[in-house]
């Protein structure tokens, strides 16, 4: 299994350059606010009912961690490791937890409670 996003040469030689110059940049600059309590960078997988699993057991192998297996609880199958505050995640999430967050999410902006009367 291939990974997810593209990991050709040029894009990848770009975001690890991006990684060295915020942190650089960061150390230079001490006055510039960081994270309080870490960060992550996240990476999506396709759906979990769609090869989003195997990319993300494809993943885990890579950086040596476990999968995080909440299909059932949550729909979310993922896969984490931890520099230092900084965490490198990806998730492949179901498509049944999708439709539950886009039919919860169907309201967002009709209701403000602040006009009923």
Request: proline share 4%.
């Amino acid at each position: 299994m291939s990974p997810v996003t593209d990991t050709g040469t040029g894009t990848r030689q770009a975001f690890i350059t991006g990684l060295r110059d915020l942190a650089d940049y960061l150390d230079t600059h001490p006055a510039v606010a960081i994270p309080a309590h870490g960060t992550e960078i996240l990476l999506s997988a396709a759906s979990a009912d769609d090869g989003g699993c195997a990319q993300v057991d494809y993943f885990a192998r890579q950086l040596g961690v476990r999968v995080e297996n909440e299909l059932a609880y949550s729909g979310h199958y993922a896969a984490a490791r931890c520099f230092g505050p900084v965490g490198y995640r990806m998730t492949a999430i179901s498509d049944a937890a999708m439709a539950r967050h886009h039919a919860h999410d169907s309201y967002h902006g009709c209701v403000t409670p602040d006009t009923w009367t």
